[in-house]
């Protein structure tokens, strides 16, 4: 979102130039959106691996119907979100 909103914001305070004009924009602005794209992915995806290193792993009991492997498990707050026994 970070990466995003920058981007966003450096693109309207600094307009393309025109045809023939020095780009003097800085080095993210003049990038084609789709090449900071694949970067934003790769950001991304990345914070995503490590954050998630450094989390506590969720016992079994509580991914009831959350994950393929527990889809026929009881859901933790059974008869919640109008389950019948």
């Not at 045809?19 to 790769?42: E, L, N, Q, T």
């Amino acid at each position: 979102f970070i990466l995003g909103m920058a981007k966003f914001i450096v693109g309207n305070v600094y307009p393309s130039p025109g045809c023939g004009s020095v780009d003097d924009r800085p080095g993210f602005a003049k990038m084609h959106f789709m090449y900071y794209a694949i970067i934003i992915f790769g950001v991304s995806g990345t914070v995503m691996v490590v954050v998630s290193f450094f989390t506590k792993k969720i016992p079994r009991s509580e991914l009831g119907g959350l994950t393929w492997s527990t889809i026929n498990e009881a859901p933790i707050a059974f008869g919640a979100i109008g389950e019948h026994h």
